[in-house]
Structure formats: structure tokens, C-alpha cells
């Protein structure tokens, strides 16, 4: 069996920034491997690209560039709040801490504080990995046919997916 549209993939990976030996960003080593239903769009399409016809036991490293991941680093998307919102928990203002907000039409938005000062606080929006160009290393687990309820819910069920 090789990795094609509607299987169950089951990766350990490690991503590093820019390559190889960048920086290490995460990996699964040590932990459950990744397990997405190949070409749904759960994990990036070059990530899916890359990991065409491999077969169980099959090793891959390949980059995808930034503008192909989560995209350019936006100068522009930095905004100032008033302190005061945080009023119910001003200890969540720490330079570094990721906070969970929403929009104005309550779209969830994760906000990075990045400068906190006597009245504002300053959020970046943009994804962790923006700008950031990727590098995955790692081994193929498993290769399975997705069930038919799995395609349609578009999530894997069972061991390290959702249980219902
Ligand atoms: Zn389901």
C-alpha cells in the first residue's frame, strides 16, 4: 500500500526552520505520530505532496518555502488594545504568552502579546510559523484505507484520532 488519496497516513516527523539543522520547531518523536486522511486538506497540500506514493517504513525530508505554509510574516498585523480588557486577568499579559480572542464577527484569533504598556497592550496576529521557511524530516508508521465515515466526518477515528 502506498500513500494516495482517501488513506490513513501515520507520520513521525520533526520540523526544523529553513532546514535540517535549523531550529527545531517540533517534533512527534517520542509522542504519537501524526495521522491525518490524506487529501482532505487536514495537513498543508506541499506536506501532502511530498508524501505521494511513499510506503510504510519510507523515510522523507523535503522544505516548503514560507509563502507556501503560513505565509508571509505581516508587518501590518499588530494591533494595540486598551489594558483594560484584560481587566479580569491582567497576569495573562506576559511578552511571549499567546492569548485566544476573537473578532468582531467572533472568529477565534490567537494573539501573541509583544509589547505591554501602562495603558495598551500590543498583540501580534499573525501565525507562529508566519514567515518562517519549513523543514520536515521523518519515517512513515502506517498507511490504512479510510473508512467511509472517516472521509465523511473528514477526521480519523480510533487510536490518536477522535473517539464518538
Ligand atoms: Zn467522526
Redesign the pocket.
Known amino acids: 500500500m502506498v500513500i494516495e488519496e482517501k488513506k490513513v497516513v501515520a507520520v513521525h516527523y520533526t520540523l526544523t526552520e529553513g532546514s535540517a539543522d535549523g531550529a527545531l520547531v517540533e517534533s512527534t518523536l517520542g509522542s504519537k505520530p501524526l495521522k491525518f486522511v490524506y487529501g482532505i486538506g487536514m495537513v498543508l497540500p506541499d506536506f501532502e505532496a511530498n508524501l505521494k506514493g511513499l510506503k510504510p517504513g519510507g523515510a522523507f525530508a523535503f522544505g516548503i518555502q514560507s509563502a507556501d505554509a503560513y505565509g508571509y510574516y505581516d508587518e501590518t498585523a499588530m494591533v494595540e488594545l486598551p489594558k483594560s480588557m484584560f481587566e479580569e486577568d491582567e497576569s495573562l499579559l506576559e511578552i511571549g504568552r499567546t492569548l485566544p480572542l476573537q473578532d468582531e464577527e467572533g472568529h477565534p484569533l490567537m494573539g501573541t502579546v509583544i509589547a505591554v504598556g501602562q495603558e495598551n497592550v500590543k498583540l501580534d496576529f499573525n501565525h507562529p510559523l508566519a514567515g518562517v521557511d519549513l523543514f520536515f524530516t521523518g519515517h512513515v508508521e502506517s498507511i490504512r484505507d479510510a473508512e467511509p465515515?472517516e472521509l465523511e466526518?473528514g477526521?480519523v477515528?480510533g487510536d490518536g484520532g477522535?473517539h464518538?
Do not use: I, N, P, R
Request: charged share 15%; net charge negative.
Open positions: 465515515e466526518h477526521h477515528h477522535h464518538h
